[in-house]
């Protein structure tokens, strides 16, 4: 049973920052990616960020230059670094792991059960 456990939400004025942090755990084989996707209520999820296992990073245009996106392959964790916040920042994030697992075949989307982000103005 893959778990993904988040860290690192809360209460920021605009113009702060805050550290995410998500480690996966149980019976993974391989990681092809793990990144953020936020959420806020009546509006589909949308990807914030993502890294591939090689490094390769990918980011919503609206957080380029004010969030990185990093991880650490051996302890099969993702964080994401938010400077610079805004209110429009303000969501559910939800961390995600595209993997492989050990006796089930292809490539699945794992998800954390997501951790508030609220920025003040």
């Known amino acids: 049973q893959v778990q993904l456990v988040e860290s690192g939400g809360g209460l920021v004025q605009a113009g702060g920052s805050l550290r995410l942090s998500c480690a996966a755990s149980?019976?993974?084989?391989?990681?092809?990616?793990m990144g953020w996707y936020r959420q806020v209520p009546g509006k589909q999820r949308e990807l914030v960020a993502s890294i591939s296992s090689g490094g390769s990073a990918n980011y919503l245009d609206s957080v380029k230059g004010r969030f990185t996106v990093s991880s650490d392959n051996a302890k099969k964790t993702v964080y994401l670094q938010m400077n610079s916040l805004k209110a429009e920042d303000t969501a559910v994030y939800y961390c995600?792991?595209?993997?492989?697992?050990?006796?089930?075949?292809?490539?699945?989307?794992?998800w954390g059960q997501g951790t508030q982000v609220t920025v003040s103005t």
């Open positions: 149980g019976g993974i084989a391989s990681i092809n990616s």
């Open positions: 995600n792991c595209n993997a492989r697992v050990w006796g089930i075949f292809g490539w699945r989307d794992y």
